[in-house]
Structures are given as structure tokens and as C-alpha cells.
């Protein structure tokens, strides 16, 4: 009996020194990474519906875990576990226990950056949604022609929003693009960044809202450099006021499909009759020719007061503004500007 009691006892302490010894190993291989530190961090997917358990085979599959066996270790110990479905970006430098941690962090999003240029027309958004493979041809134009189905803390123009669309870089999901909700959303910046914050100042300045984007869009395609832009808008301004042309020779370009096609805008500059022609035709032009910055809103809104009444750009985009016709057409002359 004596020999049987010992023998157990062995058993008993073998099997505690292996269960021992098999925690030490566990407890080193959750601790440890199967890579070097600085290993190159990669998207790891949760799949929705996952359980924590069923993520391990995945986790060895990428190379990001030696052993299922080390993972289910793991997560009992932790006693609770919650990733979130979706993109993580993990590394094979990361311990289990901080593979688990990211893993039950914000995924990344799963939208892409779509950028809307200064200045561009609503033709030239579509473009590049098109182009990005996000939309069908005339979907954006069409949505963005039916302004009563979207809302604004001011009021929305009745035939189009060119103008009122916020020009900046927005989220947009690849294959689940609506249209009205990047529009909506567009309009919402406009609101943030420049009605809501500016609406006593716009109403102070003696110019309706819509006055105001008609003439930023033309500042934003006219002047390069926004501190400049104020002066320019005075100039333009004054000149409204008092009943002279404009000469923004930008507003022949808004109708054109490329707005570089020179041959085109060349016999546009020639067309008396074009309402956007802006060299013949007096006052602003019919509408917004592009979405413009809050820099050129701001500068429409509070223009700078000036003795000048033309200016002109150089080959390097300088400013040269001037006092009367006979100092522009010096400056035409000196800096080959026609």
C-alpha cells in the first residue's frame, strides 16, 4: 500500500511539475511575437459572425500566430474577448496578447478619400467619380440639379447647386456610392465652413449669398493667391457697380467640356452673345462657374477697397493691378498679356 501511495505521489508531483512547466511555456508564447520587432505591419480581417476562437486558424493562416493552441490558451485566461468586425492593421512583431488588444480596436474605415479640386464645375466632380469607377456617367449632375431634394440652413438655388458644393476631400465606400449623401454632405461643409460662421457678415455686406458665391467662384479660378483675392474682389465689385464688364475671362471657360480647350475658348471670347461672356456682357454672369474655398467666399463677402479699377496677371501668375486704361494697357504691353 505504502508503494502504491508513493507511486501516486510521484504521478501527482510529475503532473503538477508538467502543468507547470506546460503554464511557463503558454504564458512565454503569449508574450512572444512570431516575428523581430519592426516587422511590416499588414491588414488583418475580422469576418463578421467570428467567434474569438474560430479567429486563431486565421490568425496562424496570415503568419501572425504559430500555434491555434497558444490563442484559445489565451483567450481563457483573458476570460473575455470582443473583436470588432472589419480591416485591423497588426504586425507579426505583436504578441498574442496585443494581437487580441487590436483586434478589438475601431477597424479601419471602409471608405476611400475622393477628392473635389477648388474651382471645379459640377461636370468635373462627375468626371472624376466616373473615372474612379464610382458612379455612371450624369449620375452627380443629375442630383446635384434637383436642389429641392436636399436641405440648407439658407436658401437653395432652383435649377442647380454649381457653386454651393463644398470643394474638399470627402469618404466615399467604393461600389455603395449615393450621390445624395456626398451632395448633402458637401452642402453641410459649405454651411460649417462659411454660411453658418459668416451669416451676419453676409448680410452686412449689401450682396445677396448668391452674389457672393457667383463672384468667389470666379475669384477662385481668377487669382492664385488667396491674399490676394480681396483686392481682386474689389476691383470686380466696383465694377459691377458701376455697370463696366467685368472681363473675367474664366466665365468663358464654364461651358466648355475641357475647361483648357483653347481653340473653343477662343471663339467663345469672340460670341457677344454668350451670356457668360463677361467681356461684352456686363454685370455677374448667370451663375457660379465652379465650387470656391471659403479664402474666395471671405473675399467676396469683404472685399478690399482700392484705387484700382483693371489688373492683370504675368507669365509667372503675378498680380499687376492698375488705376485706369491707360496704365492696364501699359502693363499689357510690358508683361504680353492679350
Not at 511590416?40 to 496562424?60: I, M, N, W, Y
Not at 457667383?214 to 493667391?225: G, K, T, W
Amino acid at each position: 500500500m505504502k508503494k502504491v501511495l508513493a507511486a501516486l505521489a510521484v504521478v501527482i508531483v510529475l503532473a503538477a511539475v508538467a502543468g507547470v512547466g506546460a503554464f511557463v511555456v503558454m504564458e512565454g508564447a503569449v508574450n512572444k511575437a512570431v516575428a523581430a520587432p519592426g516587422a511590416p505591419v499588414v491588414e488583418f480581417t475580422v469576418p463578421k459572425g467570428t467567434s474569438g476562437r474560430g479567429l486563431g486558424g486565421l490568425l496562424v493562416t496570415q503568419g501572425l500566430l504559430s500555434d491555434t493552441r497558444v490563442w484559445r490558451y489565451h483567450l481563457f485566461r483573458r476570460g473575455g474577448f470582443s473583436p470588432k468586425a472589419g480591416r485591423h492593421p497588426v504586425s507579426p512583431s505583436m504578441t498574442v496578447a496585443e494581437l487580441a488588444k487590436a483586434l478589438e480596436g475601431n477597424p479601419l474605415p471602409d471608405d476611400i478619400p475622393f477628392v473635389v479640386v477648388e474651382g471645379w464645375r459640377l461636370r468635373d466632380t462627375d468626371a472624376a467619380l466616373v473615372a474612379a469607377n464610382l458612379i455612371k456617367p450624369g449620375e452627380y449632375i443629375a442630383a446635384a440639379s434637383n436642389p429641392s431634394r436636399f436641405k440648407a440652413p439658407f436658401p437653395l438655388p432652383v435649377t442647380t447647386l454649381e457653386g454651393y458644393l463644398y470643394p474638399e476631400t470627402y469618404g466615399i465606400i467604393p461600389g455603395d456610392v449615393d450621390v445624395e449623401d456626398l451632395i448633402q454632405r458637401q452642402l453641410d461643409a459649405f454651411a460649417a465652413r462659411f454660411y453658418t460662421p459668416n451669416k451676419d457678415a453676409i448680410a452686412m455686406s449689401g450682396r445677396s449669398l448668391h452674389e457672393v458665391v457667383v463672384m468667389a467662384s470666379m475669384l477662385e479660378r481668377e487669382e492664385p493667391v488667396p491674399a490676394q483675392r480681396p483686392l481682386v474682389a474689389g476691383i470686380l465689385w466696383k465694377r459691377v457697380d458701376k455697370g463696366f464688364p467685368l472681363g473675367v475671362d474664366a466665365t468663358s471657360r464654364y461651358v466648355l467640356a475641357q475647361w483648357n480647350d483653347r481653340k473653343e475658348f477662343l471663339k467663345r471670347l469672340r460670341d457677344p452673345e454668350d451670356p457668360y461672356n463677361t467681356r461684352h456682357r456686363k454685370g455677374l454672369p448667370p451663375g457660379p462657374i465652379g465650387a470656391p474655398t471659403v479664402e474666395s467666399l471671405q473675399a467676396a463677402m469683404a472685399p478690399k477697397p482700392s484705387e484700382f479699377w483693371y489688373y492683370l496677371h504675368d507669365a509667372q501668375k503675378n498680380l499687376h493691378p492698375s488705376r485706369n486704361a491707360d496704365e492696364h494697357e501699359a502693363l499689357r504691353k510690358k508683361y504680353n498679356v492679350y
